[in-house]
């Protein structure tokens, strides 16, 4: 079956580690995207990629690093300079154009203790 | 700045009674509309999406959602709701670039 996968579905760190967290897809979409989620307030675009080998910054990519080797992978790495990074993260991806509509995994809750 | 509003954070209705939950946005172009339902620790499933043609647009689960361009709303609608829609349910808009703008979202309760 086609979809996107997060894993793992919970995570826990301590304060201070890098983290990365894992989103692959095997829809054949170009576009693949990263949020995050905190209580009242949506979801927030961290870093998004439309094409391998490039991506750009989301509204709040401070803290936060990614690649794109491969098409279908696009993991996000949660730095020690993110200062709150409890949260919880929604990986999506998408066709470009007019097919434009966006997919969402099922999501990884951080916890940072 | 493009974004998007959703007024009510909190709605709760009676089992059988219909539902109405706002959206308005702003945006440049005209805009790919869409809505969003998750339940709690998952991920969001869509309901519906708007690109262009009939304003009245049909979803999944009975829901279906009107778009006003002379208002800026794409309001979400159910005649009937069933226990099973309690959930948070998020309006976004997006661009054939492919950023998508999210609400703040509503959360749906249902009385029995």
């Known amino acids: 079956d086609g979809g996107i996968t997060q894993s793992p579905k919970y995570l826990f760190r301590k304060e201070g580690q890098n983290v990365t967290l894992s989103c692959e897809q095997n829809?054949?979409?170009?576009?693949m995207y990263w949020y995050r989620q905190d209580p009242g307030q949506g979801l927030r675009l961290i870093y998004y990629s439309q094409i391998v080998n490039d991506f750009q910054k989301g509204d709040i990519a401070e803290g936060y690093s990614v690649s794109r080797e491969k098409k279908e992978s696009f993991p996000l790495t949660v730095t020690s300079a993110q200062k709150n990074p409890t949260a919880f993260y929604l990986c999506?991806?998408?066709?470009?154009?007019?097919?434009?509509?966006?997919?969402f995994g099922p999501g990884t809750r951080l916890t940072v203790l | 700045a493009q974004s998007v509003t959703q007024p009510d954070i909190h709605i709760t209705v009676s089992e059988g009674a219909s539902l109405e939950l706002r959206c308005n946005y702003s945006y440049g172009a005209t805009p790919y509309l869409f809505w969003y339902v998750q339940s709690p620790g998952q991920g969001l499933q869509l309901l519906l999406k708007y690109f262009s043609g009939d304003t009245l647009v049909q979803g999944i689960k009975g829901f279906e959602a009107e778009f006003k361009r002379s208002q800026s709303s794409f309001n979400l609608r159910k005649p009937s709701v069933h226990w099973s829609d309690a959930a948070e349910y998020f309006c976004a808009v997006g661009g054939k670039g492919g950023k998508l703008i999210f609400g703040q979202g509503t959360e749906l309760s249902v009385k029995p």
């Open positions: 999506a991806s998408s066709i470009l154009g007019a097919d434009f509509l966006p997919f």
């Open positions: 829809l054949n979409h170009d576009a």
